[in-house]
């Protein structure tokens, strides 16, 4: 962790700029996926569509520039852009089919596609997939560039198994919970490619954070238990910020004992 604090990003190989794969990242990627489908719920029927999905795209390019901007990882502005990118991918999905009337099953269909076409320009530019290699500016807009699709595609597949297909927003939690083990036991027991187990485990999380936080906030009449979008999104952003607070000093504990360890 200390190593990533230590180099500096200007565009070229260096520094990777996103944090380590532990429990602690898929904990915070999930509340993010939840708060910021019931944060986009929320901010819609508040502030009508239009200026919502306006000033959810202001602070979306906002988080972005200053993670491009960052010479070195920063769990803030990491998580601060993982989560606009949940709020506006959760736009993004919804304009898809509210405002441009396209079904559920067509628009998850797109974004997979999209997903598939950014992975094999990806691939052929740069030879690897690997979060850990995301140390140049090039390989971080690919980065970035996927995460938006993916949580574009989660959003519309919870919609489609939700709406489309009749699931409802429990039981579409519950299949897409059990779908985000699969990578994990295929890498501990079946040998995935660890590539391909994350970025698996990666898109599923998506559609399972939006669903439990559709089933949570939505009113009963819609299958939720009416607990309110407004409500979930105060307490997951409460629960982020803990956690990344907590990670921002483990790492900054990390960063200090490496530097005495290197000068002593």
């Not at 991918?89 to 997903?115: C, K, N, Q, R």
């Not at 790492?251 to 000068?263: D, I, L, P, R, W």
């Amino acid at each position: 962790m200390a190593s990533r604090v230590a180099a500096t990003f200007s565009g070229r190989a260096g520094i990777v700029k996103v944090p380590e794969i532990t429990l602690v990242f898929w904990v915070i990627k999930l509340l993010s996926t939840a708060m910021g489908e019931a944060s986009c719920d929320f901010l819609i029927r508040l502030l009508t569509p239009f200026p919502a999905v306006a000033l959810g795209f202001i602070v979306f390019a906002l988080a972005l520039f200053l993670q491009f901007r960052a010479k070195s990882y920063n769990a803030w502005i990491y998580w601060f852009s993982v989560v606009m990118v949940s709020v506006f991918g959760t736009m993004a999905a919804d304009i898809a089919h509210v405002g441009l009337g396209i079904p559920y099953e067509v628009s998850t269909i797109g974004f997979a596609l999209a997903l598939i076409i950014i992975f094999v320009v990806w691939k052929l530019a740069e030879n690897t997939l690997s979060i850990h290699s995301i140390n140049t500016r090039r390989r971080e807009v690919f980065y970035w560039l996927t995460v938006l699709t993916t949580f574009a595609l989660g959003t519309a597949a919870g919609d489609w198994t939700a709406h489309s297909l009749g699931w409802g927003f429990l039981v579409s939690a519950i299949v897409f919970t059990v779908m985000m083990f699969i990578p994990a036991i295929g890498f501990r027991w079946m040998r995935f490619n660890g590539v391909f187990a994350f970025w698996f485990a990666y898109v599923v999380t998506r559609p399972v954070g939006a669903s439990f936080a559709d089933w949570i906030g939505a009113e009963p009449s819609r299958g939720g238990l009416g607990f309110g979008f407004g409500n979930i999104a105060l307490l997951l952003t409460v629960g982020i910020v803990v956690l990344v607070w907590r990670a921002a000093r483990r790492e900054n504990v990390s960063e200090y004992v490496s530097q005495k360890g290197a000068t002593s």
